[in-house]
Structure formats: structure tokens, C-alpha cells
């Protein structure tokens, strides 16, 4: 095949290719067309477009450049480009009275012209031999050049008169059309001054015009009141495109691989097979790497999508990762996986609000911040969230604090590696927590739609945590009705052995010097000492149950109770106290109570060869207490999921797990607050913080 041939086989294939691309745009517009006059103008220009590409791939497949019926359907694109530009620029013709003069002859001409030139094909061999044939292609390319000209003036005015909120979505149909007819404008001018239409100009064309259909697509779906209402999904969207893509590389690649075999000779094989090769290996890479399809669905929706998400799969998929029921994954980390999920993150923490009222990191996924660190209640973050509701994006906040009605980033979220976004987690008017997302691996144009996503996302995990601790506080209620039951059938054995204790006592004072009765009365105390033991067993710590009044008491006094109630166990607690002294507001006997069951738990911890500290210091406004031990420690996890948890013992038969629990609530009824700090084989803190009266 000689070289024109070939140019001519590729140039009618870019008309074929745009006309074919034309075609599906058409039936997709004609399906969701409903009448409206913007809409039929759009949807003929599609449908002419795709006959002319057509007839033009045709011509030239019969190795005619420049044919009567191609010529026709040139007048006839400019024709119905002209309708369409003319109704969107006045949807009046009254309207174009008000038009600079330039518009109105811009219209005149693209509306009348198309007439002349359709008239002047028809009756081209009789001009021709009245006026001659240089004339007539003269004026047929003067024709040509008016109307171009005419198009690009409509389309600039189109674009000026918009208001500058609206140019977002027609600056791609001024580039689609200025690509369209500004190389008509430069081809016929070629033409008229060379006396002939250049093939190399007439064959590029349909390529041209290929380029241009993605743009009108795109301005189409930005364009609601054309009325291109129909929707697809971004799923369908996305393999679609990736398809499209792929195809057109194979297509490229396929065509460099002949012309390299074609014109290479024996190195061009080998060339052609080491490109080809290349190629499949690049496409490969291409379609398995994650960032790249991240960076196509954020084209896709923020380029041919009237609304940037498929809500209905998004919602699908946030609830089915929330409420997924597998074994092992807690509320808290589908939490953060869900609301990563919707951005695209791969990382993120929780943060839930403390019976203290400070907030807490109880969840981190791939993200890291300093142990211990909370964020009060009355910070200008918590403060920022609950009062405005909004989602902080916290690289904007480090710009531009003013836009956050003067936030204060606090420190660890300044510190904290990939920090992006903080959505507020709202149960109805009150913040109960907050979630941190880290960045994704390709950062979307984040608008108005993100943020009203992640505040009913937010809101939606607020509600499921909820639930989550309602449930968990329900199977506590009921453990604790069970223990309420078991402390039944305690007391009614307690009171059958006081009884049967009473009336040995009562007739001791007869009996007291008589052997059998002696006996008797040593069986009955042996026997009381069993079952009291065995009660015991099943119930060693009984509940707290009485409520004192709460008074004034010195802690000094309280902690010299719990001395002198623990000195018998080894090993002995060493008191540290300070001497100055510190009144509280306390329930005596409950305080007293849980200390000395934190100090118990330290001596059971603790070998007899180690030690146990009480230390007692003033702290601002607070009284700190300080019960230290040297004993086997704890893990992070243990401390987090088991210590406080009521009802779980490591103790076995010996304990019931409420300890520690009663203890932490007991403290916080006082106002108080308790920390633990551990380190496994190495021992155990425990931190109470009480307020002082003043």
C-alpha cells in the first residue's frame, strides 16, 4: 500500500471514529431529552455531526476528497450549529435586538449562509460554467470562511455575556467550538489563498473534531437546564472509561507497531515487538496501580457527574462497613474504616468523649499520636465542632484560621503526620466524640457535597456508638440484676445463720456450763463459719448499697483507714503523706472502701519482697493520690478492654471483677479522677485526683 493510500486510510478513520463517538452521545441525549429548546439544538448538532463524519469516511474510503453530499453536510453542521448557539444566547429572537451589532450580523450570517452555500452545491456545474469554476470555489470558500468566523464570534459572546458563576459550565464548549471552527477558519483560508483545499488539512479534521466530543459531553452534564437529565452510574462510568482507555492505547499502540513494521524494515520487527511488548507491560502496570484508578474516579466524578457521588452506593457500602458483624473488628474501628471509606482514606483515628469530659483517642488506624493525649471539653476544637457542626480540613485550617471563626489547631492535631480532615460525630444537639482522617492517596476537589457526606456520615456513626454503649450498659444492668439476685439469697442466708447465732447466744447464759450444749453450740459456730465461708467464695466483695452523707473529711484520715485495714497483708503499704492539710467532699465510707481495694489489688500484685507505696501530694486545686507497687504490671490492652470491665476477674473463683470498676465510679461521683499507669514486669500506678474545698 503506497503512502497516500495510507494517509487517506487515516484520515477516514478519524471521521469514522468522530462520527461513531457522535452517534452514541446522540442516543444517549435523545433517551434523556425532554422537549426543552437548549436540549433539540444540542442533540442535532450531535446526530449531523456523527451523518457528516459518515459521509465524509466514506468519501474518502472511495478515494474522493471533496464531494457534493460532504459539502451539503458542511452547510448543513453549520447550520445547525448556528440554531443552537443563536437559541442559547437569546431564547427570544426579541432578545438579539439588544446585541452589539457584531453579534446580530454574526447570527444573520451563520443563519443565512448556510442557505447560500447548500444553494451554490446544487448548483455548482452551472456556476460554474456561467461564472467559472475558480470563482465558484471562491465564493464557496469565501462562504466557509464567513461562516467560521461567525460561529466564533457567537460563541464568544456566548461566553462574555454569562455571568461569571455560570462559566464553569460552558468554558468547555467555547474550547470545543473554538477547536471546531477555528480550524475551519485556518483551512479555508489556506484554501481560498491557495486556490485548493490541502489534503493534509481536509484528512486531520475528523480527528479534530474527535477531540472535541469529550469536552461537549462534559459540558452537557454541567448543564442541567439542557435538560440532560439522564444518569449513570460512577461504577459503570469508571469501567467504562477505563475500557475506553484501554481500547484507544491498544489502537495507538497497534498503529505505531505497523508503521514501525512497514517502514522500519528488519529493525522495525524487532522495534515493533520490544514497543508492543513495553506497552502491554505499561498498560498492565496502569490498571493494577491503585493511585491511578483513585485519580481516574475523582476525574470522573468531578467531570461528568452532575453530583459528585452515587449516593446510593456510597450509602450502601458506609452502612454495610458500620454494621458489618465480624468477629474481632470492634465498633470503634469500623467506625473509622467506614467514614476513611467514603474519602478514600487509609487512615484515621476516633476520638469519644470520657465520663470526665475530655476526649480521648480510642481508636487509631495508621495514625499516631503521643499517649495520654486528650482534649478538653471546653477547647476551642470540641467548641468549634459542637456549636458550627462543620468538618475542619485542617491543612485550611493552618492557612487560613480566619475561615474557622478564629480556631486554635490544637498541638497534637499541628503534630499529627497526614492529617486531613476532622468530622464532628453529633448524637442530636450534643458532640460525642469526633473522627481525624489522614490523607487520601489522591486528594479530591473537596466541596460542599464532601462536607454535607461526612457531617450525615458523622452523625450516622454518633447514632451506632450510641447504641453500641446502650448496649454494652444494658448487659451490665443485667449482670449487676443477676448480682442483686445472688445478694438476695446472701442476705437470706445470712439471716437463717444470725438466727441460728442468736439462739445459741440467748441460751448460753443457761446452758453455758453443759457439755452437750457446748458441743451443740461448737457444731452450730463450725457449721455458721462454713456457710459464711462459702458465701465468701461467691460473693467476696459485697456492693456498696448504703448511700452516706456525703461530708467534709480530711484524706489524711481516710488514708490512716486504709493503713491500718491493709498493714496485716504483705507486703505492708509505706505512707508517704504530706502534712498540710486537704478537706474533701466525700462519702467516707464508700472512699475508704474503693482505696482500700485498690491497695489490695496492689498487694495481691505484688511479691512480698516487693513494695507498696501510698503518696499523698496537693496539685493545684486537687488532693492526688498516688498508690504505686512493684508488682507484675499490666498491658495497654488489658488496662483498655479488661480492668474496668465489670464482671471480668483474673482472679478466677476468688474475685468478681467489680472492683475496680466501683472504685473508678465511686471516684467519679466525688468529681474525681482516676488513671492507671503500667508497664508490664515492672508495676503499677494508680492516680486519683480529688477536688479540695477551698
Known amino acids: 500500500m503506497s503512502s497516500a493510500a495510507n494517509v487517506e486510510v487515516f484520515g477516514a478513520l478519524g471521521y469514522a471514529l468522530a462520527g461513531l463517538l457522535f452517534l452514541i452521545l446522540s442516543l444517549w441525549l435523545a ?26 469516511a466514506i468519501d474518502i474510503a472511495q478515494h474522493v476528497m471533496v464531494s457534493a453530499r460532504g459539502l451539503f453536510f458542511e452547510q448543513l453542521r453549520f447550520g445547525v450549529w448556528a440554531f443552537f448557539l443563536i437559541r442559547l444566547i437569546a431564547p427570544k429572537v426579541s432578545a438579539l435586538r439588544h446585541a452589539p451589532m457584531l453579534v446580530r450580523l454574526a447570527a444573520a450570517s451563520a443563519s443565512i449562509f448556510p442557505l447560500v452555500g447548500a444553494f451554490s452545491i446544487f448548483a455548482t456545474d452551472y456556476l460554474a460554467s456561467v461564472f467559472g469554476v475558480a470563482r465558484v470555489f471562491n465564493v464557496l470558500a469565501v462562504v466557509a470562511i464567513v461562516q467560521s468566523l461567525a460561529h466564533l464570534v457567537l460563541l464568544e459572546y456566548y461566553y462574555r455575556s454569562t455571568r461569571l458563576e455560570g462559566r464553569w459550565g460552558i468554558k468547555l464548549l467555547g474550547v470545543a467550538g473554538g477547536l471546531i471552527f477555528g480550524f475551519d477558519l485556518t483551512m479555508y483560508a489556506d484554501a481560498l489563498l491557495f486556490q485548493h483545499v490541502d489534503p493534509a488539512w481536509w484528512l486531520a479534521r475528523g480527528y479534530i473534531t474527535l477531540l472535541a466530543a469529550p469536552l461537549l459531553f462534559v459540558t452537557a452534564q454541567r448543564n442541567p437546564e439542557w435538560s440532560m437529565t439522564g444518569r449513570i452510574s460512577l461504577n459503570a462510568a469508571y469501567y467504562s472509561a477505563v475500557m475506553v482507555i484501554a481500547g484507544l492505547y491498544l489502537l495507538i499502540l497497534s498503529m505505531s507497531g505497523y508503521y514501525l513494521r512497514a517502514y522500519g524494515g528488519e529493525l522495525g520487527t524487532v522495534i515493533r515487538n520490544v514497543t508492543i511488548s513495553a506497552g502491554l507491560a505499561g498498560l498492565a502496570v496502569a490498571l493494577a496501580s491503585g493511585t491511578l484508578r483513585a485519580r481516574l474516579r475523582v476525574f470522573l466524578s468531578k467531570h461528568f457527574f452532575e ?33 476513611a ?14 465520663p470526665d469530659g475530655q ?41 487560613n484560621p480566619a475561615h474557622y471563626q478564629g480556631l486554635e489547631c490544637p498541638s497534637w492535631l499541628r503534630e499529627t503526620s497526614g492529617a486531613w480532615l476532622v468530622v464532628p460525630l453529633l448524637h442530636q444537639t450534643r458532640l460525642t466524640g469526633f473522627a481525624v482522617l489522614g490523607k487520601p492517596r489522591s486528594t479530591p476537589h473537596f466541596n460542599w457535597e464532601d462536607i454535607d457526606l461526612l457531617k450525615t456520615a458523622g452523625r450516622q456513626v454518633a447514632i451506632h456508638l450510641a447504641e453500641a454503649h446502650a448496649a454494652q450498659g444494658w448487659a451490665q444492668a443485667r449482670q449487676f440484676e443477676a448480682y ?8 437470706h442466708d445470712l439471716k437463717n445463720l444470725i438466727a441460728q447465732l442468736s439462739l445459741v447466744v440467748s441460751n448460753a447464759k443457761t446452758h453455758a456450763r453443759n457439755p452437750e450444749f457446748m458441743q451443740d453450740a461448737i457444731g452450730t459456730v463450725g457449721h455458721a463459719v462454713s456457710r459464711l465461708n462459702r458465701l465468701l467464695t461467691q460473693l467476696r466483695t459485697p456492693p456498696q448499697t448504703d448511700v ?8 489524711q484520715k481516710i488514708l490512716a483507714e486504709v493503713l491500718d485495714a491493709t498493714r496485716l497483708r504483705k507486703p505492708a503499704p509505706v505512707a508517704q503523706f504530706s502534712d498540710e492539710p486537704m478537706v474533701i467532699s466525700s ?9 482500700i481495694h485498690l491497695v489490695h489489688n496492689a498487694q495481691e500484685a505484688t511479691p512480698e519482697n516487693g513494695t507498696v507505696e501510698i503518696q499523698l501530694a496537693r496539685e493545684n486545686n486537687y488532693a492526688v493520690i498516688r498508690i504505686r507497687d512493684t508488682g507484675k504490671g499490666m498491658d495497654e490492652t488489658f488496662i483498655r478492654e479488661r480492668l474496668f470491665k465489670p464482671f471480668d476477674s483474673t482472679k478466677g473463683l476468688t474475685g468478681m471483677g467489680i472492683g475496680a470498676f466501683e472504685a473508678r465510679e465511686v471516684i467519679h461521683t466525688l468529681g474525681g479522677v482516676m488513671n492507671v499507669k503500667s508497664t508490664p514486669g515492672q508495676g503499677t500506678t494508680f492516680v486519683v485526683r480529688l477536688p479540695l474545698l477551698k
Request: contains cysteine; proline residues 1%; aromatic residues 10%.
Open 359 to 399: 476526649f480521648e483517642s480510642i481508636y487509631a488506624l495508621d495514625m499516631h499520636i503521643a499517649p495520654e493525649t486528650t482534649e478538653p471539653a471546653d477547647s476551642s476544637l470540641v467548641q468549634f465542632l459542637e456549636h458550627w457542626q462543620w468538618v475542619v480540613n485542617v491543612h485550611e485550617l493552618k492557612e
Open 484 to 491: 442483686h439476685r445472688l445478694s438476695a439469697y446472701v442476705v
Open 587 to 595: 462519702n467516707t465510707e464508700r472512699l475508704t472502701a474503693a482505696v
Open 31 to 56: 433517551a434523556v431529552w425532554r422537549g426543552r429548546v437548549a436540549g433539540s439544538g444540542f442533540v442535532s448538532v450531535c446526530i449531523v455531526t456523527a451523518l457528516w463524519g459518515a459521509v465524509l
Open 307 to 339: 453530583y459528585k457521588y452515587d449516593y446510593r452506593d456510597e450509602w450502601l457500602r458506609f452502612i454495610q462497613t458500620l454494621a458489618s458483624v465480624d468477629t474481632g473488628v470492634s465498633i470503634q474501628e469500623r467506625s473509622v474504616r467506614a467514614l
Open 548 to 555: 452516706a452523707q456525703i461530708t467534709e473529711v480530711n484524706i
Open 341 to 354: 471509606n467514603l474519602m478514600g482514606c487509609s487512615a484515621g483515628m476516633l476520638w469519644e468523649l470520657r
